[in-house]
C-alpha cells in the first residue's frame, strides 16, 4: 500500500481515452465523489437511460459485493464502477456474464502492466492469494423478455492509508492493491487510465458475449483460473464438500472432482482453497 497519494477522476481523460467501439455505443457516464452504491445508481435510472450507462464514483458509503458482503469503499484511491446493460433477447444463459466481466477486469489489469492476477470462481479478481478486485453483476428481467444486467466492479488500486486494525475490522479476507502488487516503481498508474482500460474492455467483451456466449471466453478462462487442479472446499447450501477444481462447464458452474461423487456442477457456493 502507498499511502498519502491521491489522484482525481477527470471525466474528459477518460471519455477522450475511450477507443471507438466503446464512444460509439456508451451511452453516459456520471463521475461522482460520493454515492451509496453504483449500482444503485444505475437500478434507480429510468428505464430507458440504464442501457451502456456507466457510473464511476470516488467513495461508495454502502458498496457490496457477491451473498451480500459489504465492499470497503473508501475515497481517494480505488475505482468503483457500475455499467448498465440491457440484452433484449438474451441468446445465452447470462449466469456466464460475471465470468466474462472477470475476464475483462484481468485484461484490462494486463494494460496496466500487471501478470500476476487470476480468477477465482466465479468472479473475484487473485493477485498472490489476495483479493484484488471484485465483481457484482445484478439482474432484472421478466421471464424470457429482456433482461437488465448491472454490472459493478470494484478494484483496490491505491488503497488509501489506515490504522491496521481498521481495516481489519472492515475487511475480513486477505486483499491487496494495484499499486502494491506492482512496485514503487509503477506507483504513478493512475484511476482514470484504469477507468478507460476498464471500460474499453468491458464494452468489447459484452458485445462479443452477446454474439457468441460464453463458450468463446472458455479458453481464456481457463488460463487465468487460479482454482484449477487445485484441492478446494465448497460450501454450499449448508453442505461442506471437497475435491479438485477442473474447470468450469458451458453455463459458468464450478466442476467439482471428488473421491466419492465423481465431477460435480455447481452454480452457487463459497469457495476455500486448500493449502498445498
Known sequence: MIPGVRDTYDKTLILAGLNRGARSVLAGLEVLDEVGSTNNVILEMPPVQRHAHAVLADQQTVGRGRRKRPWHSPPGGNI??????????PRWPLSTLPLVVALAVCQALDRAGLSSHGIKWPNDILSGGRKLAGILVEMQSAGTGP?????????NVRMPGQDANQLAAAIDRPWTDLCSELGPDNAAVNRNDLA????????????????????????????????????????????QLSGCAVGVDRDGGLLLETATEGIRVFHSGEVSVHRD
Open 80 to 89: 468503483y464502477l457500475s455499467l448498465g446493460w440491457q440484452f433484449e433477447k
Open 196 to 239: 478507460t482500460w476498464l471500460l474499453n474492455e468491458l464494452f468489447e467483451s459484452i458485445g462479443v458475449f452477446e454474439t457468441y456466449g460464453f463458450e468463446v471466453f472458455r479458453p481464456a478462462w481457463a488460463e487465468r483460473d487460479v482454482l484449477r487442479g487445485r484441492t478446494i472446499s465448497l460450501d454450499c447450501n449448508a453442505r
Open 147 to 155: 433482461a437488465l444486467a448491472v454490472v459493478g466492479v470494484g478494484l
